[in-house]
């Protein structure tokens, strides 16, 4: 069965960086939209980046990132490792969540949760200011 494994969470001071990894194993075909999503409790989960993968060609068709992040995350994946991340720099102290890794064997349409049917457990990320 699909598995995915979240690691790279903690604590950590506003400006400071954070890597988040989302191990994969399971999926039966490589999967075509990967994707990071955080939640608070009281709010929805929310898309923070998505990431658009061509298996034939093993190349990025597109990345998507929620406008709170831009130019501070970023999302990547190593196909060898069948790995995911989420380099998270300049981090604010609104950035503290449950961030949670997501797929799906489906082509990207979006950064909504509703697109993706396999998560991971999440891993808590703390700033503090």
């Known amino acids: 069965r699909v598995q995915l494994v979240e690691s790279g969470g903690g604590s950590v001071q506003a400006g400071g960086s954070l890597r988040l990894s989302c191990a994969v194993s399971g999926n039966s075909a490589p999967f075509q939209c990967m994707g990071w999503f955080r939640e608070v409790p009281g709010k929805e989960r929310e898309g923070v980046a998505s990431?658009?993968?061509?298996?034939?060609?093993?190349?990025?068709?597109?990345?998507e990132y929620v406008d709170s992040v831009k130019g501070r995350f970023t999302i990547s994946e190593d196909n060898a490792k069948n790995a995911l991340y989420l380099q998270m720099d300049s981090v604010k102290p609104e950035d503290s969540a449950v961030y949670y890794c997501a797929a799906d064997y489906w082509a990207c349409s979006g950064l909504a949760v509703t697109e993706f049917r396999y998560w991971g457990q999440g891993t808590q990320v703390t700033v503090s200011s």
């Open positions: 990431m658009g993968i061509v298996s034939e060609k093993s190349t990025i068709s597109n990345t």
